[in-house]
T-cell receptor, first 115, second 112 residues
Framework: NAGVTQTPKFRVLKTGQSMTLLCAQDMNHEYMYWYRQDPGMGLRLIHYSVGEGTTAKGEVPDGYNVSRLKKQNFLLGLESAAPSQTSVYFC??????????????FGPGTRLTVT | TQLLEQSPQFLSIQEGENLTVYCNSSSVFSSLQWYRQEPGEGPVLLVTVVTGGEVKKLKRLTFQFGDARKDSSLHITAAQPGDTGLYLCAGVSGAGSYQLTFGKGTKLSVIP
């Protein structure tokens, strides 16, 4: 199993450009999450999904959109990139409850720079 | 908004020393997790503590969950260079959605 994979690994965008980050998991996990990690800020939840076709806002959703058309994929979109969106983006997934460890499995991250 | 305060933010110690990292909140979490993150990688779960007062050991790492389920600590005995990394505590909440609220992390450097 590949676990959680993220595409691309690195990207540089100009202000105003758009892009989509892809997260894929092959563990048949039900729940998926998008976080951003900034220096000194820990990880902050952007959006999440509790199942195919469903999405919900997290702590910092502004400027981002998501879609979960297939169970194994969770897409994060930036319609008009801003320098404040320069960050490392992580995707994570978790099995459908009932679960005991609540372990979130993380991808390797996408480093995005907006100039 | 539930917040997790993690301290210290940075820690640089010599190999063989002991250390403790703290994670405190004014809110109660259903459970609390500790993750470790290496540069260029995603966080990896070390432990989940669920019951107030719970103590879990993972080799030289000891994790405690406070009686009131608002705070936790990570103690490393005889630190080794391989322990170097970013340690993150995370509280589990969001009934049914299993959202994680992360602390800002403790960057640990163990010098040989």
């Amino acid at each position: 199993n590949a676990g959680v994979t993220q595409t691309p690994k690195f990207r540089v965008l100009k202000t105003g450009q758009s892009m989509t980050l892809l997260c894929a998991q092959d563990m048949n996990h039900e729940y998926m999450y998008w976080y951003r990690q900034d220096p000194g800020m820990g990880l902050r939840l952007i959006h999440y999904s509790v199942g195919e076709g469903t999405t919900a806002k997290g702590e910092v959703p502004d400027g981002y959109n998501v879609s979960r058309l297939k169970k194994q994929n969770f897409l994060l979109g930036l319609e008009s990139a801003a320098p404040s969106q320069t960050s490392v983006y992580f995707c994570a997934s978790i099995k459908k409850p009932p679960i005991t460890s609540y372990e979130q499995y993380f991808g390797p991250g996408t480093r995005l720079t907006v100039t | 908004t539930q917040l997790l305060e993690q301290s210290p933010q940075f820690l640089s110690i010599q190999e063989g020393e002991n250390l403790t990292v703290y994670c405190n909140s004014s809110s109660v979490f259903s459970s609390l997790q500790w993750y470790r993150q290496e540069p260029g990688e995603g966080p990896v779960l070390l432990v989940t503590v669920v019951t107030g007062g719970e103590v879990k050991k993972l080799k030289r790492l000891t994790f405690q969950f406070g009686d009131a389920r608002k705070d936790s600590s990570l103690h490393i005995t005889a630190a080794q260079p391989g322990d170097t990394g970013l340690y993150l505590c995370a509280g589990v909440s969001g009934a049914g959605s299993y959202q994680l609220t992360f602390g800002k992390g403790t960057k640990l450097s163990v010098i040989p």
